[in-house]
């Protein structure tokens, strides 16, 4: 149980560090962004959204991991549903790692068109949407197969 704790741990910090950065992106694009973008606004709205997304999420692990760390049940509780093998091969099936990789390269690559040209943004941001919504259906699925 102490290996998961300090797991736990460097997740806080890692989750932390990365919330920090993108605060700074966030600050960056809302007072400090040079410039007008070549399409509009869009592209600077899309990206401090994005980076708020993940932001509230990663707050939220935070919280929920810091309470883990000071409560024994709910750290017993993570930890099995860390090393549950039933529902790591339904997640291993429905290709949470790699599905949830190809999602993550469709959004900053939406993020990214969004400079130069909305269909593909809009395109790229569908692809990326559908990919997750994929994802969950095969879970829900898979959970009821096994």
């Known amino acids: 149980m102490e290996q998961y704790k300090k797991a736990l741990s460097r997740k806080i910090g890692l989750v932390m560090m990365s919330s920090g950065i993108l605060l700074l992106l966030i600050v960056y694009l809302l007072f400090f962004f040079p410039g007008e973008p070549v399409v509009g606004k869009f592209p600077h709205f899309f990206l401090i959204g994005f980076a708020f997304g993940i932001n509230a999420v990663g707050f939220y692990y935070t919280y929920r991991y810091q309470r883990a760390l000071k409560d024994e049940t709910l750290l017993r509780k993570y930890y ?3 090393q549950d093998e039933r529902l790591n091969l339904i997640r291993m099936k429905a290709g949470f790692p790699s599905l949830s990789v190809a999602g993550a390269i469709f959004l900053v690559a939406s993020a990214v068109a969004a400079y130069f040209d909305a ?3 809009y395109t790229l941001l569908a692809g990326a949407i559908f990919l997750f919504l994929y994802q969950v259906v095969l879970l829900f699925v898979l959970s009821a197969k096994y």
């Open 80 to 82: 099995y549903e860390d």
């Open 119 to 121: 269909t593909v943004t």
